[in-house]
């Protein structure tokens, strides 16, 4: 009976360890999803941070030296070129050119006086009554009383100038900032700015890059026409908003900066008003002189590159791999090189073919060499379409 008792015991720890060894070690290779490396579209996109800056920018100062009596424009506004914004006191120079304009009036008669007196010591020269030195001092009369003509006309045309002066209007068209000087104060060269004026559409978005990505950037567009004709400017504003205007390189400095090595790469980008938005009078823009921003310089075009999601690369102090699973589905570790990346979508360069099977289900799971049961993976995990555009920066 003993003998029974002890049997039935040992067989059933021997059930209950086999149970315990199957629960910890299940039969067969562990499931994982995986996805194959294809080619994809793909917009190659650069970040680098930028500021906007006016095509245009002036700076307006007095002058001539007289008191301010009119201020013509709204502070904020936008003005157009030739508008009036300033009306200096002008009687003073009004009576300053009428008696400039006197003076002519009396050295032209003087000058018409004295060329009388030539012609008719020419006339008389004929004669025996007529003498040289007669005819030669006639002559230098006529002719200084010609060069003080000459120089009173001058004088005129400078005050004329200076009236002028004393209206003072938009030499650009643009936005009107704030005024120095109000009414009643007398305003000179020597006042300073009364006002800036900045050009609203177009704009410029001026951005340093690395010497080295400069070069690399060239080299890389230089088969598609170079940066003018293969890339294009998109801006991110400062709100995280994607500017909905796209903009053209235009220039490229002569100089690399020293201290940075970097060089300073500049393009133009339209700036139109916002639709029913207005700030008095003014029309409201979305970009701004002197506003940062991250600047966007990706290619007009896309290109097919070989892609895998970006959740499958992994990395250690070797650089990036992936896991892939062979034609015996066991598990290999490759090195990969990667081009530039969006957020959900890694592009490689270097490492992979197309349609090989990399894992992106259970790829913390697995290790070199393991035999895995692969399937399809997760819908959720893979890359939209839609995460094609915008990749990140270098």
Known sequence: MRVRRLGCLLAAVIGFS???????????????????????????????????????????????TAFLEQRLFTEGAEVNKGDLLYVLEQPPFQADLA???????????????????????????????GQQSTVDDSRATMLAD??????????????????????????????IGRTAVTIGNVVSPGSGTLTTIVSQDPMYVVFPIALRTALELRQHYAAQGGFSGAVQIRIRL??????????????????????????????????????????GNAPVRELVDGEFVTVLLEGVQPV??????????????????VFTVDAQNKVQQ?????????????????????????????????????????????????????????????
């Open 146 to 175: 010609a060069a003080l003509v000459q120089n009173a006309e001058a004088q005129v045309e400078t005050s004329r100038i200076n009236l002028g002066y004393t209206e003072i209007r938009a030499p650009i068209s643009g936005k």
């Open 99 to 129: 008696a400039k304009q006197a003076t002519v009036q009396q050295l032209q008669a003087n000058l018409t006086n004295a060329t009388i007196a030539y012609n008719r010591a020419m006339a008389l020269l004929r004669t025996p009554a």
């Open 334 to 394: 490759t090195p990969v090189q990667l081009g530039q990346s969006t957020p959900t979508l890694a592009a490689v360069v270097g490492g992979l073919q197309p349609g090989e099977r990399v894992i992106l289900d259970g790829v913390q799971r697995v290790h070199p060499g393991q035999v895995v049961s692969p399937g399809p993976a997760s819908p959720s995990l893979t890359a939209s379409p839609a995460s094609l555009q915008g990749a990140s920066g270098r």
């Open 238 to 279: 400062p709100d995280g908003r994607i500017y909905g205007q796209t903009g053209k390189l235009n220039f490229i400095d002569n100089t690399v900066s020293q201290s940075t090595d970097t060089i300073i790469l500049r393009g133009t980008i339209p700036n139109p008003p916002l639709r029913e938005s207005k700030i």
């Open 18 to 64: 086999v149970t315990q060894a199957r629960a910890q070690f299940p039969g067969g290779p562990p499931a994982v999803g995986v996805v194959r490396a294809e080619m994809r579209p793909i917009t190659e996109t650069s970040e680098f941070v930028g500021r906007i800056q006016a095509t245009d920018r002036v700076a307006l100062v007095a002058r001539v």
């Open 304 to 321: 097919q590159v070989l892609t895998v999601p970006r959740a499958a690369v992994l990395a250690d102090q070797s650089g990036d791999y």
